[in-house]
Structure formats: structure tokens, C-alpha cells
């Protein structure tokens, strides 16, 4: 069966024009996702506006309601791929390799 990731469009334009190369558009991707530890994961992605690499902001919450950060997601550019751009086969890419779900396709939705 395929799954389409659903990425929703958060806040305003990050910077005039688009981002180098980027299929995202001019704003932040929000991808809500189930971890491999079964953590509910909330992610934010944009990009580096010199390099246009991807950046991720994310985290999850524990059973106190207390915010933490998910490295594993937000270390992903850095870690495993350096050369990973703000576009949507990089996020797909980024979300595969920590989420329960593996998904196929990416849908951006208002």
C-alpha cells in the first residue's frame, strides 16, 4: 500500500524568492510522524538560505508533557547526509529514516 507523508505549510515566507533549487516553496514544512520508539514526533523544515541545505527542527513530547528535542531528525543533514537540499525527496529521505512508517509519496497542504 503506498503513504503519502503530509507536509502542512507553517508561518510566513522565510526570504523573497525561492529557496536555491527547492521544489518546497518560500515557507516551513510541518510533518507530524510516529518514531521508531513509537515517539509522536512534530517537525518543522526549512532551509539554509545561503547553501539551501535542509534543516530540521524537532521534537516530541514525554509522558510529563515536558518538550524535548529529536536528535535523531534534527542531526539527520549533519550526520548521514551533508548534502541534503531543501526539497521534498530529502524530506521524504529525512523522515524515512526515523520513522515506524515508511512512506512513498509527499503531499504539501495548507
Known amino acids: 500500500m503506498k503513504r ?4 502542512r505549510k507553517m508561518g510566513m515566507d522565510f526570504a523573497p524568492g525561492d529557496m536555491r533549487g527547492s521544489d518546497c516553496g518560500n515557507h516551513r514544512l510541518r510533518a507530524e510522524i510516529t518514531d521508531k520508539d513509537g515517539k509522536q514526533v512534530i517537525a518543522d523544515f526549512s532551509g539554509d538560505r545561503i547553501w539551501g541545505s535542509l534543516c530540521a527542527d524537532a521534537g516530541y513530547y514525554d509522558e510529563n508533557g515536558i518538550c524535548h528535542p529529536h536528535f535523531p531528525l ?3 543533514h549533519r550526520d548521514t547526509d551533508r548534502l541534503s537540499r531543501y526539497r521534498l525527496a ?3 529521505k529525512a523522515v524515512n ?3 515506524a512508517e515508511q512512506y512513498d509519496d509527499v503531499e504539501i497542504f495548507s
Open 74 to 76: 534534527e542531526r539527520y
Open 97 to 99: 529514516s526515523v520513522s
Open 90 to 92: 530529502d524530506i521524504l
Open 4 to 7: 503519502t507523508l503530509k507536509l
